[in-house]
């Protein structure tokens, strides 16, 4: 089974947002994501937020060394119950790669904001943001070469009506 941890921002009780008594205490200006989501143009936030995009988004199949492991298991169980099985997990992968490759875009324009952090926060903002960079990247190519490896586009055997299955 595939398996995904879920997050959610934790708070101890109802957020109140105080008005700003006077013109000093503006809220945060905000932007706006590909998708038209507003947020706050906030290096932290923004940071923050897409960390807890990229948990929920990872698989918890442990140490990237036992991430073939795990694939050829959910594969051999697909193969067990039948083709529209493998054509349902062959497709959870495509689906999950593309959804890595929309958070790798939403991390390459998380800066495209002023920052007026010290230069402190910024080298750990930009710590953080390196490091699900990396997570990302690495379980994208992943699920692109097991898709490549196992349904590729030019087929030799035909494993599911959805994609096509290399055999050796």
Not at 5 to 28: D, V
Not at 36 to 58: C, K, M, Y
Not at 129 to 151: C, H, I, N, P, S
Request: charged residues 30%.
């Amino acid at each position: 089974m595939f398996y995904r941890r879920k997050l959610e921002a934790q708070t101890s009780g109802p957020q109140i947002t105080p008005l700003p008594e006077t013109e000093s205490e503006t809220p945060l200006p905000q932007t706006r994501n590909e998708e038209g989501i507003q947020r706050p143009s906030d290096l932290a936030f923004n940071i923050r937020s897409l960390r807890l995009d990229v948990t929920n988004w990872q698989y918890e199949w442990g140490p990237e060394s036992l991430w073939e492991k795990t694939f050829h298991d959910e594969l051999s169980a697909a193969q067990e119950k039948g083709r529209a099985y493998v054509d349902r997990l062959l497709d959870k992968c495509d689906d999950h790669a593309y959804e890595g490759r929309r958070i790798l875009s939403d991390l390459k324009f998380v800066a495209e904001i002023s920052c007026d952090n010290t230069p402190d926060e910024i080298r750990d903002l930009f710590l953080q943001g390196y490091e699900m960079v990396m997570a990302v990247t690495f379980e994208v190519k992943f699920f692109e070469v097991q898709l490549d490896r196992y349904a590729p586009c030019v087929p030799t055997t035909k494993l599911s009506k959805m994609r096509h299955y290399f055999s050796r």
